[in-house]
């Protein structure tokens, strides 16, 4: 897969695909993962050209990460992690989740970080949520801090509006965003990609499959676990989730008609479009992965993505 650089301020170069590893981490969010299996699965997305890795303490209440971390003993050179901060729990159930992205908690929680990924340094490390309580300058001027420390290398933002990005830039020099984007979910077309085209900021999109729907795999009588059976967020709402399913049924019987897998043609929309530097892909198993990077060694004319 050919790599591309992060964004004009960034040093990192990125394959198209970044694994993206919140679903390992298992409970609250997912059903129990196979240990060994995803170790495996990330091993093999690193042999198969992906460099880049997405995590974030709060997958697993910490799992992810040291998954993460156990994954690329021998090969940290071969590997740009990117995790993130900013949302604790005080015990293992989402209902002790908080934000906090104080001072205090930034310089805790980067240890807590590099300790279960076993590294001296975080290549790409994001703010997660907003915190709505913590003004935005004290928690750039904390990482800003790390960067000196040399405990992170580059600075990223996900889930952030254009006015909240603005203010950080005021403090810290930010690599890149990390939004939600797919050929359902589109709503940073309205002012967040515009807003970092032109600030040349990169982009890592999140969810460029729309959590599984844009496979193809589910209709109206599928039942889903975990937090997509719970009903209640994005496009898993009830009332989100039939208009979602019916525009699914007609991209996969275009799909049909060109001959390209419904995945391929989702991962491969999403990122060639322009602003967008890479998408966070998920994997649970290597075949998985292998079928994920497939999408980036074919032919597809452009005339498709019209």
């Known amino acids: 897969m050919k790599k591309q650089k992060l964004s004009k301020n960034s040093n990192f170069e990125t394959a198209p695909i970044v694994y993206g590893a919140w679903s390992i981490g298992g409970p609250p969010f997912w059903d129990e993962r196979d240990r060994n299996l995803s170790i495996k699965t990330i091993q093999t997305a690193l042999d198969l050209g992906v460099n880049m890795i997405d995590t974030a303490p709060i997958y697993g209440?910490?799992?992810?990460?040291e998954i993460v971390g156990d994954a690329i003993k021998n090969r940290r050179d071969d590997v740009l992690l990117a995790t993130k901060l900013g949302l604790c729990w005080k015990e293992e159930n989402l209902a002790t989740m908080y934000h906090d992205l104080s001072a205090k908690s930034v310089a805790e929680e980067v240890e807590n970080s590099l300790r279960r990924l076993d590294t001296d340094h975080i290549d790409l490390y994001q703010i997660h949520w907003p915190d709505p309580d913590t003004s935005i300058d004290e928690t750039m001027a904390?990482?800003?801090k790390l960067q000196e420390q040399g405990k992170i290398v580059e600075?990223?933002?996900?889930?952030?509006?254009?006015?909240?990005?603005?203010?950080?830039?005021?403090?810290?020099?930010?690599?890149?965003?990390?939004?939600?984007?797919?050929?359902?979910?589109?709503?940073?077309?309205?002012?967040?990609?515009?807003?970092?085209?032109?600030?040349?900021?990169?982009?890592?999109?999140?969810?460029?499959?729309a959590s599984g729907l844009l496979t193809g795999k589910y209709d109206k009588n599928s039942i889903f676990t975990g937090w997509r059976g719970r009903g209640k967020l994005g496009i898993f709402r009830e009332e989100a989730l039939s208009v979602a399913l019916e525009k699914v049924a007609k991209l996969k019987s275009y799909a049909d008609e060109v001959e390209i897998p419904l995945t391929h043609l989702a991962l491969r929309w999403v990122v060639a479009q322009k602003g967008v530097s890479a998408a966070i892909v998920g994997a649970n198993t290597p075949e998985q992965v292998t079928d994920n990077v497939k999408a980036f060694d074919r032919d597809i004319p452009e005339a498709v993505f019209a």
């Open 61 to 65: 209440f910490g799992r992810s990460e």
């Open 142 to 144: 904390a990482l800003v």
């Open 155 to 209: 600075i990223g933002v996900s889930n952030f509006d254009v006015k909240l990005l603005e203010m950080a830039q005021k403090v810290a020099t930010i690599t890149c965003v990390q939004p939600k984007y797919n050929l359902l979910e589109r709503d940073i077309e309205n002012s967040l990609l515009p807003y970092v085209i032109n600030e040349g900021i990169g982009s890592i999109v999140y969810s460029p499959l």
